[in-house]
């Protein structure tokens, strides 16, 4: 029982690896999907289950995404990580009943974590597309992870 | 909002028993220990090469392969919908290709003569014979992009006898070339890629230059002798030169001459790619007649 107790907290692992995949398989029109799209995943996970999201974990899925995105291995670790840093207290001023403070929080979760994306790997216009592409796909995303996240809280 | 509903009110603060016994335990459950012991850690195998490298390539292989799996149930969900759709118009499409046969008949006849007064007048002229190139056709798995790289993932690796550098062409014109292969799964470096370089020359002005990616849609012409003689849609092909791509193939056209800035348009139009031509050329064997010529020298 605790096995599969263990297997169900990796989920939300494992949805960041699942938007991993969709954002690099497809694009909306000529433009990105990713980072903003893994970014959704990362931010509800950090805002209503942090435990979920262990750093050795995210150090991993960094290191998926920069293979898959010919980054030096790393560099999303790294992001991700910070990001998983500065959760906790930013985490203080969300009340999880009121989701436009939430979906506003990602936007500036997602813009701050993109720009300094941006200035490191110098990437400009399609990063901005890609920022938009994600606030408007949060509420759909969130919406799905919302019943992920019921499910596993009821069997762990 | 009925979208989240576990939320619970938070009921009166009650006071906790101090979860940290130890000092160690502290530090064991601290967020920020832990981040920078990852950091410490991992940071100091980025920079032991004879880690990183492999744990590259074995990654990238590994993350390929996934991706792979991931992606099948699409593919072939895809190409049963694009066989349905081809034996409703079964009918339609037979008849196009016949009369297409009958044009490549024609065509076929008038090329003949052609081809063999050719090949007379080069013997006499003693031209050497155009080698032939050999090829590979090679599916695109998928098109990663996050605003800075932009490449193709395609099924084939080092079992399909590909190597790294190899062109990567398809009808239009030139996609870009091998940048890493796998044992299954090479990665193409597109040509709008930042890190792409392509020696290429102008139709018309006949100025030899290098295409350069800049991550957008439309890559710069740089290195050009004389700016003024290039002409907005002028075709660019390869040059040969470098090695790596053979002379004359098509790339794009000149776009824009903005400021002494050259935009190209490539001619592939890379959302719609499926498959792609990895033509069997060995830049090694390139690589070492220029060592050897220099060092000779």
Do not use: C
Not at chain 1, 91 to 117: A, C, E, N, T, V
Not at chain 2, 107 to 128: G, T
Request: charged share 20%; no cysteine; hydrophobic share 45%.
């Amino acid at each position: 029982m605790k096995l599969i107790a263990t297997s169900l907290k990796l989920l939300p692992l494992f949805s960041l690896l699942f938007m991993i995949m969709i954002g690099s398989s497809w694009q909306i029109g000529a433009f990105p999907l990713m980072p903003a799209l893994l970014l959704i995943p990362v931010y509800y996970w950090l805002v209503y289950h942090p435990s979920w999201l262990p750093l050795g974990g995210l150090f991993v899925v960094g290191l998926f995404y920069d293979s898959l995105m010919n980054h030096g291995l790393g560099l999303t670790s790294f992001f991700l990580m910070l990001s998983a840093l500065f959760g906790p207290p930013i985490r203080s001023y969300l009340r999880p009943d009121k989701f436009p403070l939430i979906w506003f929080g990602f936007g500036l979760f997602s813009g701050g974590y993109l720009l300094l994306y941006g200035l490191i790997i110098s990437a400009g216009f399609a990063l901005f597309v890609s920022w938009v592409n994600g606030i408007i796909l949060y509420p759909l995303v969130a919406w799905v992870l919302s019943h992920l996240h019921g499910r596993i809280q009821k069997y762990v | 909002m009925a979208l989240f509903q576990r939320y619970k009110k938070p009921g009166p603060l009650k006071p906790t028993p101090n979860p940290y016994p130890s000092r160690f335990q502290f530090w064991r459950h601290s967020l920020l220990a832990s981040f920078i012991f990852i950091l410490i850690g991992g940071g100091a195998l980025r920079f032991y090469k004879p880690f990183y490298d492999p744990l590259q390539d074995r990654l990238f292989e590994g993350v390929a392969w996934l991706q792979k799996g991931f992606l099948q149930p699409f593919h072939e969900t895809s190409a049963l919908l694009k066989d349905a759709h081809k034996f409703i118009y079964l009918k339609d499409e037979h008849g196009r290709l016949k009369l297409e046969n009958e044009n490549l008949h024609k065509e076929i006849q008038v090329l003949r003569p052609l081809a063999h007064e050719n090949a007379v007048l080069r013997k006499m002229l003693n031209v050497p014979s155009v080698e032939v190139i050999k090829y590979t056709a090679a599916r695109v798995l998928s098109s990663p992009y996050d605003g800075l790289h932009r490449f193709f993932l395609i099924e084939g690796g080092e079992k399909d006898d590909l190597t790294k550098d190899q062109p990567v062409i398809v009808e239009e014109g030139v996609v870009g070339r091998l940048e890493k292969v796998g044992t299954h799964v090479a990665r193409v470096l597109l040509l709008t890629d930042v890190n792409s370089r392509i020696p290429v020359v102008t139709s018309l002005s006949k100025e030899k230059a290098i295409l350069s990616g800049n991550g957008s849609f439309l890559p710069n012409l740089v290195y050009v002798n004389d700016v003024k003689k290039i002409q907005i849609g002028e075709q660019i092909v390869t040059s040969g030169l470098g090695g790596i791509f053979p002379p004359g193939l098509p790339v794009g056209i000149v776009d824009a001459v903005e400021n002494s800035k050259i935009k190209v348009r490539p001619y592939v139009p890379f959302q719609r790619v499926e498959w792609v031509q990895v033509l069997k050329i060995h830049p090694e064997s390139f690589y070492k007649e220029i060592n050897t010529a220099l060092e000779e020298e």
